[in-house]
């Protein structure tokens, strides 16, 4: 619980930090064209939030828990989104080069550790009802449907709640792209890069050694005295 709440205070902290440059890029362009960025976020931050109740949830009743998961993983793919914003980019500005890039790239970051943290925390609801190596396969699937959704919400520009407001649009548009995987070649190969960068980050990120030197502090310490 403790190291939970460090983390949602660097959290916080690093969001404050965005929010600054981007506050401070508005000031310096005379413009609002990043200010899009802070919706991003926050859509980000949304399966991040509903992924925290994954552990109350696990004592409540199965379809509770279903509608939860399923909410989670409606918005889970606004979370990875965030990084296919590096191409604004390419778009010419009065602001420096350098300045969007670090704006752009640390709210990629921002979207990509809340993406991974609640994917951990589906992980861990998901080992409670079935074997650690079924959970293993699991995750790189949901990764390409987190994948998927970043396709149809850059360049079909879906989103979220597009299930709710125009389901059949939504529905069709998906079907003719399982239907016909040869004519929607982009579709597909788009996934399967996105799934794969993200499923080795993942996976790299949870296998990063907590503290590798941690045993040997105390030696370290004799050895300076």
Known sequence: MKQENNFNRLLIGFLSF???????????SGTIR??????NIFLAWLPYVMSS??????????????????????????ALYIVTDLIHLEEETN?????DAVLLFASSFAGVVMAF???QRAEMLLRQYLPSVTVKFIIPILLFLGSFGIYL?????????????????LGMDIATRVLSPVDNAKTWATTIIFTGL????????????????????????????
Request: proline letters at 5%; hydrophobic letters at 50%.
């Open 95 to 99: 602001v420096p080069l350098w300045y």
């Open 198 to 225: 993200y499923s080795m980050l993942y996976f790299f990120v949870s296998n990063i050694p907590a503290a590798p030197y941690s045993g040997k502090r105390n030696a370290f310490e004799n050895e300076e005295r």
């Open 53 to 78: 109740f994954f552990s109350v949830y696990i004592k409540k009743e199965k379809w509770k828990q279903w509608i939860l998961f399923m909410s989670w993983l409606l918005f889970f793919p606004n």
């Open 34 to 39: 990043y200010l899009s960025m802070a919706w």
């Open 117 to 119: 943290v609640s994917l």
């Open 153 to 169: 919400g850059r360049f079909q520009r879906w989103n979220s709640w597009d299930v709710v407001q125009n389901p059949i649009g």
């Open 18 to 28: 965005v929010a600054l440059l981007l506050l401070a890029r508005m000031i310096y």
